[in-house]
């Protein structure tokens, strides 16, 4: 009789981070082995351990031991690997990352030669006997679905290993795995065949079910509970070492030569903070850090350091950072403090298109070996799921589309076909499931050692070494994450200011203090932000309005209070700003929340409340906003709603007022700001305001140029003719490739015409560098070697106007491809033979009118009209149409008005009870204007707001808290 095996141990599991084959999620497959007493597991994810912080945390939540672990495939048979010690760690990932970059790699040769710190195990016999040749801890897999592997070990005198082998945590999933497959293979259900997926049967056993499946394998068991769960991650922190004697002693060097920059003079009070932080920044070794980034932000013409690390001073002295800590009371320990366990996290902006080029100058000047960019788990998302989902059925976008309509305006109750229901069961199974492995757009890790000895290494798709693990993964694994992003920002004062120069306008840095500039102020507080970094959009424009003010503090507290979850609370904040009497929710708080009219603004407002009403620790006030701002909710939130409560009232907080501070709280899930972080943008929103107040022609072309904006190239082109700037081309002798600007003249770009090749674009600005301008369009055709398509675009855009101004722009084409330089690109005799160069007959210079043809030729070329409104486009339908003009607005407030609507922009919201409703920007041809579509309306109209066509918008004008806004009463396109 065989002695009961103890299930204390789970092997060789597969989750769904072997990606688009598994499909067991981490955190319910821990729940249901936490419910099941198991005491270890071991995850065998594919050639990869994408999941193992993900189940690490989870393995630790339900207090169970993880082993670290992967699946080697060699062909269709595979190597289970465990790790047993550091060395194992390091060689695993050697393995995975050889195997990420070279698909063809066999673990074979490295296994036999190297496998210290490993225990192997397969089923297949053919690989057991090539391993049994190795030193390694070899073992025979015997799983509830395969026992190939037991004769050979025996014959060997191989021990065997009892391994769980499930794919699925219930028999429902195997159609998940089939449709993963079916996504995985760009195959349908029907094509699918045997061997495209897993064999049947490996599905998670239940504890009963487990214990007979080994009932004959006591010794395999008893094996698997003897493998030790060593866990690779470093307690201390990885960041790159710096190549001199004392980094500490550097780093104060280099602070005290930048205060010196930066302050003039040195006084106590700067002393005293950069002595302070200094000291906590050499306790904790962080000064590489510092410096490396200092090396960084070097590397690159403007930066924005921010984030938590704006409030440092060392930070602002290396010029990692551009906002005086001091001077705008930041909190320094919301970045770096004794207690606090987190590595520090400085987050710096870069010209977006100077970005690439210092991600090259870092992987050169710290070593390709020791650097590696972040990547992004992508998962499902039921929408993409749903039209995945469908392809794999064989269905076309066509009816997926017209399905998807049906499905996500009215929900599954309008869906009775069997295969459509069958495809939304599966797709929100699918939902959340990892579906591939991304490149974040600026996470770095920077080593000491090799990266791959930290951790698996893949390549990105333009050949980056790429981590394993997401921006968490790549936290809990101890990495100190450096993010380096792209801001088109930066580059628009970059270009402006390099526009100036270019008319010996020259803006001293060192002495440019924009947040001390009137005119901004005064602009910034009627909301003329159009352009202006960060606080463009039509909902900050309405704030600024509302609230009259632009100084440099409020701009602060509106750019963090915006967050979409604040909205219950902006209308208290500009009420309380505008006058209205408040009391601090407790008088604990009043010192915390004066700044902002008692109203939680900021992300370590959250912490300072949790410390200051509860009596959080630090640590954990801290963990709490990440909770809150991750939309972690579930048991962790629930643990600290009942920490912060338990906390409130032990220091006699009413219950009535706790609920109402968890509630605002609350409003900091998913999007939100730190004061430094704010405060770090908001010196970037000054900067971009002050230059479009004082060289607003020189702006707006930067703008343009940079096409980072939050509106359409016609909506800048519209905002510019509003400022009283003059536009002139797209020109053939005057434009350039991209927009600039001189005097109050904004030249358009040749960047603005579609379908012109860069090649064109290039050949045009040589040529008239080379030779001078153009005199007609017969010298233009023969000294330009361009493609059909070039001149039609050139013309149909006005580019050739002024060499032309008698002539049709179907007349200019005509001339310039009979006198073209350009040679036929075939031997071959052309259909229709060229005619010789003939005399152009001479007109008299007079410009013709631009025909309705023209102009909508014009529009398709450009995005907008050179010289008028595209709604000039529908003047037809207009004439006779009884309207307000949009400027006008401010007489009719609580009156109902009919406007004409081109829109500009429009955001989608969700009300409470999950109906969506809309905010559109309008304009006419005098002034941009803002509307709300309430849901039963936006039901109605919303296909209408899918084209370009002008609107007839009839709607009340309110006044909201100083702002217009128009309700929406009914539309219909123009000319209906």
Not at 285 to 307: E, K, N, W
Request: charged share 25%; aromatic share 10%.
């Amino acid at each position: 009789m065989q002695r009961p095996c103890a299930m204390e141990t789970r092997l060789a599991l597969t989750t769904s981070y072997s990606l688009l084959w598994g499909t067991m999620q981490p955190g319910l497959l821990f729940d249901q082995l936490k419910q099941w007493n198991v005491g270890k597991v071991a995850i065998t994810d594919r050639d990869n351990l994408y999941g193992y912080p993900a189940c690490r945390e989870e393995a630790q939540r339900c207090n169970i031991e993880l082993i670290c672990a992967a699946c080697l495939t060699e062909g269709d048979d595979a190597i289970f690997a465990f790790v047993q010690n550091q060395k194992g760690y390091e060689q695993l990932c050697l393995l995975l990352t050889k195997r990420a970059q070279d698909s063809a790699f066999s673990y074979l040769p490295s296994l036999l030669a190297q496998s210290e710190g490993l225990v192997l195990s397969t089923t297949s016999p053919t690989l057991l006997t090539t391993l049994a040749k190795s030193k390694a801890e070899l073992y025979g897999a015997v799983t509830p679905t395969c026992l190939s592997a037991v004769q050979t070990a025996r014959r060997l005198g191989i021990a065997l290993l009892a391994c769980d082998d499930a794919l699925m945590q219930n028999k429902q999933d195997e159609e998940v795995h089939r449709i993963l497959r079916c996504m995985a293979l760009h195959k349908t259900v029907g094509s699918l065949e045997h061997h495209d997926c897993s064999p049947p049967g490996k599905v998670l056993l239940e504890p009963d079910q487990w214990t007979q499946a080994f009932s004959c394998w006591p010794d395999a068991v008893d094996n698997a509970n003897k493998l030790k769960a060593y866990d690779p991650f470093p307690s201390s922190l990885i960041f790159p070492d710096y190549p001199v004697d004392d980094a500490a002693k550097e780093l104060e060097i280099r602070v005290l030569a930048g205060a010196e920059v930066r302050y003039g003079e040195v006084n106590d009070a700067i002393l005293e903070r950069i002595t302070y932080e200094l000291g906590i920044i050499k306790d904790k070794g962080f000064a590489p850090y510092f410096l490396v980034m200092h090396d960084i932000v070097q590397m690159s013409s403007r930066t924005c350091g921010r984030g938590s690390g704006a409030a440092s001073i060392v930070s602002y002295c290396l010029f990692i950072t551009n906002v005086d800590p001091i001077a705008h009371h930041l909190y320094f320990e919301r970045f770096l403090s004794p207690s606090r366990l987190d590595p520090p996290d400085i987050d710096v902006d870069f010209a977006w298109d100077e970005r690439d080029g210092v991600f090259a100058a870092v992987f050169e000047r710290f070593g390709r070996e020791h650097c590696a960019r972040v990547a992004n788990h992508n998962c499902f998302r039921l929408r993409g799921a749903v039209r995945e989902t469908g392809r794999c059925y064989g269905l076309s976008d066509t009816q997926i589309s017209e399905a998807e309509k049906k499905l996500f305006i009215s929900g599954l109750r309008d869906i009775d076909d069997p295969l459509w229901q069958t495809i939304c069961r599966i797709a929100t199974k699918l939902e959340g499931l990892p579906k591939e492995i991304s490149m974040h757009c600026g996470g770095l890790v920077i080593t000491p050692r090799p990266v791959s000895c930290y951790a698996p290494l893949g390549l990105s798709s333009d050949g980056y070494p790429l981590l394993a693990w997401e921006k968490e993964g790549t936290e809990m694994a101890s990495f100190v994450k450096i993010d380096l992003l792209g801001n088109r920002s930066l580059a628009v004062i970059r270009d402006t200011l390099a526009n100036l120069e270019e008319e010996d306008i020259h803006i001293d840095q060192r002495l440019w203090h924009p947040t001390e500039d009137e005119p901004t102020i005064a602009a910034l507080a009627k909301g003329d932000s159009m352009g202006v970094f960060y606080i463009e959009s039509p909902a900050m424009r309405q704030l600024q309005k509302k609230t009259g003010r632009g100084d440099f503090e409020h701009i602060v507290i509106h750019s963090s209070i915006i967050r979409p979850a604040a909205n219950a609370f902006i209308a208290e904040y500009v009420e309380r700003l505008r006058g209205k009497r408040w009391e601090p929710l407790h008088p604990r708080l009043a010192y915390i929340l004066d700044e902002t009219y008692g109203i939680l603004c900021y992300q370590e407002d959250v912490s300072k409340t949790a410390v200051a009403l509860a009596g959080f620790s630090e640590s954990d006030a801290d963990k709490l906003r990440k909770v809150i701002a991750k939309k972690a909710g579930g048991e962790k939130l629930r643990v600290y709603r009942q920490q912060f409560f338990d906390g409130c009232s032990a220091n006699n907080v009413s219950e009535e007022t706790t609920q109402k501070i968890w509630e605002m709280m609350q409003s900091f899930d998913g999007y939100s700001f730190c004061k430094p972080h704010s405060a770090s943008y908001a010196m970037v929103s000054f900067q971009s305001a002050y230059l479009r107040v004082h060289h607003r022609a020189h702006f707006m072309a930067a703008v343009l140029s940079n096409q980072g904006g939050y509106y359409r190239s016609q909506a800048y082109i519209s905002e510019a003719r509003r400022m009283g700037i003059h536009i002139e081309g797209p020109d053939l002798n005057l434009s350039r490739i991209a927009y600039h600007a001189r005097g109050n003249t904004l030249f358009i770009g040749l960047m603005a015409i579609a379908n012109l090749t860069m090649q064109a674009r290039v050949q045009i600005v040589e040529e008239r560098k080379r030779r001078g301008a153009f005199s007609d369009l017969k010298d233009a055709s023969s000294r330009l070697n361009l493609s059909r398509e070039d001149w039609v675009s050139l013309v149909e855009s006005g580019c050739c106007d002024s060499l032309a101004l008698q002539y049709r722009r179907s007349e200019q084409l005509r001339i310039l491809l009979t006198n073209s330089a350009r040679e036929p690109e075939s031997d071959q005799l052309e259909l229709f033979t060229r005619p010789k160069q003939a005399a152009v007959q001479e007109r008299a210079l007079v410009q013709v009118k631009r025909t309705e043809d023209e102009l909508h030729r014009e529009f398709s070329a450009l995005g907008f009209l050179r010289n008028s409104h595209p709604l000039l486009l529908w003047a037809q339908y207009l004439r006779g149409l009884t309207r307000v003009k949009a400027s006008e607005l401010g007489r009719y407030k609580g009156r109902y008005v009919n406007l004409i609507g081109y829109q500009i922009t429009q955001k989608q919201v969700m009300t409470k009870g999950g109906q969506s409703m809309s905010f559109v920007s309008f304009e006419d041809e005098t002034a941009l204007y803002e509307t709300v579509l309430f849901p039963d309306l936006y039901q109605r109209f919303h296909p209408l707001l899918s084209s370009l066509w002008p609107l007839v918008v009839f709607g009340l004008v309110q006044d909201d808290q100083g702002a217009l806004v128009v309700e929406v009463q009914h539309l219909k396109k123009v000319g209906s």
